[in-house]
């Protein structure tokens, strides 16, 4: 009765390493992805707090004289990268000033890198590079 177990011994602790293995993966499959998710989040945050800092910079000159509010591009550059700076956390940023409609707008692409705690035990990358973009116009008061 005891030679049948002899040549099954082993076939559990088998099976229960690679079903482990695959409970793992499912777990850092959720747990960082749910952290590049709020990366992502953040990213899109960070783009439209900046986004909106830089708005806030008209040309005071132009204002003052009772001409159009337009976006400063040097101080809301400025702004921008003040404001990223002290979020920390950004990897990198752009800002361009489209026009749309005759308006100068204020356009931000932010990148944050994420780090992976666990996938990079499977061999994949271990950080990955998200992107946040956000658009923000001087609002004048008129419709």
Known sequence: MTGGRASESGRVSLFLAVAMTGVLM???LAYDGAGQMRS???ADNLAAEAARSG?????RAQAIEGGPKKIDEAS?????????????GVASHEVSFPVVNGEKQIQVHV???????LLGLFGLKNSVTVTGEATARALTGAP
């Open 55 to 59: 708005g806030q910079m008209i040309d």
């Open 40 to 42: 992502l989040q953040r």
């Open 76 to 88: 809301a550059r400025n702004a921008v990268a003040s404001y990223l700076r002290a979020a920390g």
């Open 26 to 28: 499912i777990i850092s």
């Open 111 to 117: 990148r944050i890198t994420y780090r992976r705690n």
